[in-house]
T-cell receptor
Framework: QKEVEQDPGPLSVPEGAIVSLNCTYSNSAFQYFMWYRQYSRKGPELLMYTYSSGNKEDGRFTAQVDKSSKYISLFIRDSQPSDSATYLCAMSLYGNNRLAFGKGNQVVVIP | GAVVSQHPSWVICKSGTSVKIECRSLDFQATTMFWYRQFPKQSLMLMATSNEGSKATYEQGVEKDKFLINHASLTLSTLTVTSAHPEDSSFYIC???????????????FGPGTRLLVL
């Protein structure tokens, strides 16, 4: 079993829809959870960062972490064509900056 | 957020030649940097951890004599692909740990990547 599982999609949604992405993981010691956005032929950029369980909201983006279920989610409200990208979940242990990545979800927002 | 740059952004070379890729942290120091490669529609695969002033740590299956890493300063790490072959063609990305979340949480900041094509 991989450390981090992310269904690679792809996912196509109409503009304005809610995009829901998720990852599961096997290592209960993970403490830091991140979502990165990667446009085609570019490096990943940090989108959301959460520590331990709970919700975090930033504009149209909401990240959720449920450590008891080993499950994290990213929601994008009022999706825009500019949100079309690959979204990677990542996580790390306390005191260790190596990241474990999911495979990435390709999202296409159709105008 | 912290900025990481890479140079060159793309390179085409002949089989058998060596190619050097630079990774710089522009506004912060990084004692550790990470090198990844990414194939089309695949996730990032960690190749090695670059440590300032000491030897790099390579992931299992990555040839250290093939992918030479030098981390000579707190803001620069280089990856040299030696005797490159077509199967080395890939997207190479570096990252460096930096602070997020108001300055108290550490995460990774990525460079824009270098696309290598070996003919």
């Amino acid at each position: 079993q991989k450390e981090v599982e992310q269904d690679p999609g792809p996912l196509s949604v109409p503009e304005g829809a809610i995009v829901s992405l998720n990852c599961t993981y096997s290592n209960s010691a993970f403490q830091y959870f991140m979502w990165y956005r990667q446009y085609s032929r570019k490096g990943p950029e940090l989108l959301m960062y959460t520590y331990s369980s709970g919700n975090k909201e930033d504009g149209r983006f909401t990240a959720q972490v449920d450590k008891s279920s080993k499950y994290i989610s990213l929601f994008i409200r009022d999706s825009q064509p500019s949100d079309s990208a690959t979204y990677l979940c990542a996580m790390s242990l306390y005191g260790n900056n190596r990241l474990a990545f999911g495979k990435g979800n390709q999202v296409v927002v159709i105008p | 957020g912290a900025v990481v740059s890479q140079h060159p952004s793309w390179v085409i070379c002949k089989s058998g030649t060596s190619v050097k890729i630079e990774c710089r942290s522009l506004d912060f120091q990084a004692t550790t940097m990470f090198w990844y490669r990414q194939f089309p529609k695949q996730s990032l695969m960690l190749m090695a951890t670059s440590n300032e002033g000491s030897k790099a740590t390579y992931e299992q299956g990555v040839e250290k004599d093939k992918f030479l890493i030098n981390h000579a300063s707190l803001t620069l790490s280089t990856l040299t692909v030696t005797s490159a072959h077509p199967e080395d063609s890939s997207f190479y990305i570096c990252s460096a740990p930096g602070l997020a979340g108001g300055g108290w949480q550490e995460t990774q900041y990525f460079g824009p990547g270098t696309r290598l094509l070996v003919l």
